[in-house]
């Protein structure tokens, strides 16, 4: 007969993923979001707010398929992984999820995704659209200024600055050549 302290690691051991869920998917999120707002870095929120998207279409899709899940022992587990794929910091899963499948879809949700621009794809990013959503703020020309500069660097935004002010003063000129370093017309 096994002692008391046996019988509490079998009972942990066998409800693990009921107690470790929780602090994976909401005690310690939620402690890193406080600290992703209380940071200048708009880096860890995207990371944060990414992250509580994807646990809301996991929630949805539990709910959605409450009876298949039901009959999938490995479910708890499967999500348990996931969850902490999602949210560690030395995965940084949500972030990577944003990167590669929702910012390029929702930055051109009308367009198939396109094979990769040769050299300094920048560019084709840059063009500035505003955006009207009634959840969110209206999109300004320095906020997309400052995504662009987040995202490839200062460089980088300097260049196309560069580039466009030699551009604008060729057309100015009549002497308007169409060429560039980065692509081949």
């Not at 993923?17 to 992703?36: E, F, G, N, Q, R």
């Not at 860890?44 to 509580?52: F, N």
């Not at 390029?104 to 659209?129: C, I, L, T």
């Not at 020309?141 to 196309?160: I, K, N, P």
Request: charged residues 20%; hydrophobic residues 45%.
């Amino acid at each position: 007969m096994g002692t008391s302290g046996d019988n509490f690691l079998q009972v942990l051991f066998k409800n693990f993923d009921v107690l470790a869920l929780p602090l994976v998917t909401l005690v310690y999120p939620l402690y890193a979001s406080i600290k992703a707002i209380e940071s200048r870095s708009s880096i860890d929120d995207q990371q944060w707010l990414t992250y509580w998207d994807l646990y809301s279409l996991i929630t949805l899709f539990e709910l959605t398929f409450s009876k298949v899940l039901e009959v999938l022992a490995i479910w708890p587990y499967a999500k348990l992984i996931l969850s902490c794929w999602l949210v560690l910091p030395q995965f940084n899963g949500a972030a990577h999820v944003y990167r590669h499948y929702v910012r390029p879809f929702y930055m051109n949700p009308q367009m198939p995704q396109m094979p990769q621009m040769p050299k300094f794809s920048g560019a084709s990013q840059m063009w500035y659209v505003p955006r009207k959503n009634i959840f969110s703020k209206q999109d300004d020309v320095l906020s997309a200024a400052e995504r662009y500069m987040e995202e490839h660097g200062t460089e980088a935004f300097e260049r196309l600055i560069t580039k466009a002010d030699r551009d604008a003063r060729a057309r100015r000129n009549g002497s308007y050549m169409i060429f560039d370093d980065d692509y081949i017309y």
